[in-house]
């Protein structure tokens, strides 16, 4: 167990639809990043949050948002979901705002869309 | 972020010494070497990271070349559970680590 909590650990849904990935990080980590893993993608960075706050942006479709909540966990939104969106989504956390002090990735969430 | 080159897969016999090269030819003087895994579909594990000096854990070692243009990943006594993607990441520790496509490892009997 990394620490770091990642609900549900699969999902299979329907193209259209709406879904949200929940994150909690490990404890004292004040930052969490989303990333997504499709087969011929590899590990794609999406977005990070630190304290509540937006710190940086990566490959993030329009149709994807995310907030970080006062209790420092995490919510991935995915919205009018595509067959292509199907992936490995994983979260990461760190204690400080940058990659220094290494990330601790959660175990993933296999979206699946049909 | 310094752009980094890995082979895309190596072998290593169980119990022998795993060594996964990384060239970075274009990283900077406040630019670290970071190394993580992925064992097949789990969130990736870090390893190690260093930035100039040579260093060693419960898991593995890192040998940086003086000039710092490239390093080595040392898994000393492989085993099947070494099996992984291993990536190496030069950043600055700025806000994000960004993954190429790694080395697929694969430990065989």
């Known amino acids: 167990d990394s620490g770091v909590t990642q609900t549900p650990k699969h999902l299979i849904t329907a193209t259209g639809q709406r879904v949200t990935l929940r994150c909690s990080p490990r404890?004292?980590?004040?930052?969490v990043y989303w990333y997504q893993q499709s087969l011929d993608q590899g590990l794609q960075f999406l977005i990070q949050y630190y304290n509540g706050e937006e710190r940086a942006k990566g490959n993030i479709l329009e149709r994807f948002s995310a907030q970080q909540f006062p209790d420092l966990h995490s919510e991935l939104n995915l919205s009018s979901l595509e067959l292509g969106d199907s992936a490995l989504y994983f979260c990461a956390s760190s204690v400080s705002e940058g990659a220094f002090y290494g990330y601790t990735f959660g175990s993933g969430t296999r979206l699946t869309v049909v | 972020d310094a752009k980094t080159t890995q082979p895309p897969s190596m072998d290593c016999a169980e119990g022998r010494a795993a060594n996964l090269p990384c060239n970075h030819s274009?990283?900077?003087?406040?630019?670290?070497v970071y190394w993580y895994r992925q064992i097949h579909s789990q969130g990736p594990q870090y390893i190690i990271h260093g930035l100039k000096n040579n260093e060693t854990n419960e898991m593995a070692s890192l040998i940086i070349t003086e000039d710092r243009k490239s390093s080595t990943l040392i898994l000393p006594h492989a085993t099947l559970r070494d099996t992984a993607v291993y990536y190496c990441?030069?950043?600055?520790?700025?806000?994000?680590?960004?993954f190429g496509t790694g080395t697929q490892l694969k430990v065989e009997l």
């Open positions: 274009t990283i900077s003087g406040n630019e670290y």
């Open positions: 404890s004292g980590d004040l930052s």
């Open positions: 990441i030069v950043t600055g520790g700025g806000n994000k680590l960004t």
